[in-house]
Nanobody, 121 residues
Framework: QVQLVEFGGGLVQAGGSLRLSCAAS????????MGWYRQVPGKQRELVAT???????TYADSVKGRFTISRDNAKNTVYLQMNSLKSEDTAVYYC???????????????WGQGTQVTVSS
């Protein structure tokens, strides 16, 4: 069983910063890409940022220049530094990891339980 546990959500004023972290634990042979997604009620979950095992990153246009994704492969942990937060960043943020439970298994997607980020204007 692979578990992703997120930390760092909360309430912040517009223009402020938050740092999310997500640690993967359990039976994991390898982790490929890791990422952050977010969802607001009534809308589809959307990609925020991803990072490959080698450190290559992608960002949604709406967060470029404000958010930074990073990871610590030794700790199976991914981070999201969020600066210059806006009210439209308010959402539940979900951590995602694509990995293998064993070396011979097919890669699967795993999700955290979500953490609420609320930006007050």
């Amino acid at each position: 069983q692979v578990q992703l546990v997120e930390f760092g959500g909360g309430l912040v004023q517009a223009g402020g910063s938050l740092r999310l972290s997500c640690a993967a634990s359990g039976r994991i042979a390898s982790i490929n890409a890791m990422g952050w997604y977010r969802q607001v009620p009534g809308k589809q979950r959307e990609l925020v940022a991803t990072i490959s095992s080698g450190g290559s990153t992608t960002y949604a246009d709406s967060v470029k220049g404000r958010f930074t994704i990073s990871r610590d492969n030794a700790k199976n942990t991914v981070y999201l530094q969020m600066n210059s937060l806006k009210s439209e960043d308010t959402a539940v943020y979900y951590c995602n990891a694509n990995g293998k439970r064993t070396w011979g298994s097919v890669p699967s997607d795993y999700w955290g339980q979500g953490t609420q980020v609320t930006v007050s204007s």
